[in-house]
């Protein structure tokens, strides 16, 4: 499953780019520079989404399941919000090193040369950290298989569905024909959901793994 998915993501990121070779102006380094940058903000606003999402997800799941199961995952999602409090945090120090708001101007002013060093290398040093947990959160839907291991794909499901809404609404690749964009919104959230429920189904059938079963019915 692992390997299909990353060749799914793979196809997707050419997908993607082709469509913005051919539809988006990349001739300068600024135009690549805002593909770029509209690529990244899509990735993260995923992430924020997911992060912002899943613990709802979780409360329905674990307070739907029955007697001890819920106390088991509820101890278990301190390791899927640990990754997301891992993720923030590294995204805090950026803000901080360079906002222009009084608080962190005053902030920088107060640690001096020296505390302004540390900060930024502990800010380059997180944003490597936030770009490659950026793309783990997002492959692995933020380690909610250590709650349970249904909860991966009925997350992915969501957070394409949802996306390829937003997308929708933001009207993106305005650029592209009508069918080219069809093809491109639909394209992503119908692979995840039949990669997911082709997931669910092989943890069902080899390893007696089902969402009724996960919530102890």
């Known amino acids: 499953m692992r390997k299909i998915q990353m060749w799914r ?47 709802f997800v979780i409360a329905l799941f674990a307070f739907a399941a029955q007697g001890a199961l819920r106390r088991l995952y509820l101890r278990r999602s301190l390791k899927p919000f640990g990754a997301v409090a891992a993720l923030m945090g590294s995204m805090a120090t950026f803000p901080l090193a360079v906002a222009p708001d009084p608080a962190t101007t005053g902030f920088r002013d107060a640690i001096g040369i020296p505390g302004m060093v ?36 009925v997350l992915a499901i969501v957070l394409a569905w949802v996306m390829a809404t937003l997308d929708v ?40 793994l089902s969402v009724r079963q996960a919530l102890g019915r």
């Open 169 to 208: 609404m933001n009207n993106a690749n305005a650029e592209a024909p009508v069918l080219a964009r069809i093809v491109f919104l639909l394209g992503a959230p119908v692979s995840v959901t039949v990669l997911s429920c082709w997931e669910l189904y092989r943890l069902r059938k080899y390893h007696n």
């Open 118 to 153: 540390i900060l930024i290398v502990l800010c380059t040093w997180s944003v490597g950290f936030a770009l490659y947990g950026i793309a783990l959160c997002l492959n692995h839907v933020f380690r909610t298989a250590d709650i349970h291991e249904v909860l991966p794909p």
């Open 9 to 55: 993501t793979g196809l997707g990121a050419a997908a993607w780019l082709v469509l913005v070779m051919s539809y988006k102006p990349v001739d300068t380094a600024k135009g690549a520079d805002a593909v770029a940058s509209d690529k990244f903000d899509q990735s993260w606003t995923s992430a924020l989404f997911l992060a912002c999402a899943f613990p």
